[in-house]
């Protein structure tokens, strides 16, 4: 069984659309996060969500909407792709008010913007 | 200057040699996290520490938070040990990520 879930995989777009990839856990955990890794393969963190509730939104363009319908989604909106944009995302869970903080990641979604 | 640095950034090695791979931070942290991050792209924790050590077969991790510095050791490192290792440090909910190292173990 997948822990943690990402769709699609691959993403390949033109610039100016606006793309949605879908993150869900079955971990029963109350934290997400969405991580980009650039083209150096460095991680940086970008939302991170408790209990459906924003607790971390690192300097990210507000063409990036991240969206938790219940705490075993969180879904990363994206309008009017930007070149800059493309990149590797990865979704991640964690149980953090139970004090284990060990993240579950997920596969991550290649996006390329044209 | 990065607020995580971890040295070397590349590492190759003969299979069954020890490996270190050392992660010097320099934020105050509530947990260290060292991740594989495998040819293929996919991310696994391999260790949460936030004192002491710890072993997973052949994999143990160190921290010493007085000097903020954690190792990972690699004993009888096999080529499938191949792989980007990733350090990260937690403050509270946010996490700042090192730049990995890539191990090349040759057979």
């Known amino acids: 069984d997948t822990a943690v879930s990402q769709t699609p995989k691959y993403l390949v777009t033109q610039m100016g659309n606006d793309k949605s990839i879908k993150c869900e856990q079955n971990l029963g955990h109350d934290t997400m996060y969405w991580y980009k890794q650039d083209s150096k393969k460095f991680l940086k963190i970008m939302f991170s969500?408790?209990?459906?509730?924003?607790?971390i939104n690192e300097t990210v363009p507000n063409r990036f909407s991240p969206k938790s319908p219940d705490k075993a989604h969180l879904n990363l909106h994206i309008n009017s792709l930007e070149l800059g944009d493309s990149a590797v995302y990865f979704c991640?869970?964690?149980?953090?008010?139970?004090?284990?903080?060990?993240?579950?990641f997920g596969p991550g979604t290649r996006l390329t913007v044209l | 200057k990065n607020e995580v640095e971890q040295s070397p950034q590349n590492l190759t090695a003969q299979e069954g040699e020890f490996i270190t791979i050392n992660c010097s931070y320099s934020?105050?942290?509530?947990?260290l996290h060292w991740l594989q991050q495998h040819p293929g792209g996919g991310i696994v924790s391999l260790f949460m520490?936030?004192?002491g050590k710890k072993k997973h077969g052949r994999l143990i991790a160190t921290i010493n938070i007085q000097e903020k510095h954690s190792s990972l050791h690699i004993t009888a490192s096999h080529p499938r040990d191949s792989a980007v290792y990733i350090c990260a440090v937690r403050e509270n909910n946010d996490m700042r990520f090192g730049a990995g190292t890539r191990l090349t173990v040759k057979p």
């Open positions: 520490l936030s004192s």
């Open positions: 934020v105050g942290i509530s947990a």
């Open positions: 969500y408790n209990n459906k509730e924003l607790i």
């Open positions: 991640a869970s964690s149980q953090l008010l139970a004090g284990g903080k060990e993240q579950f």
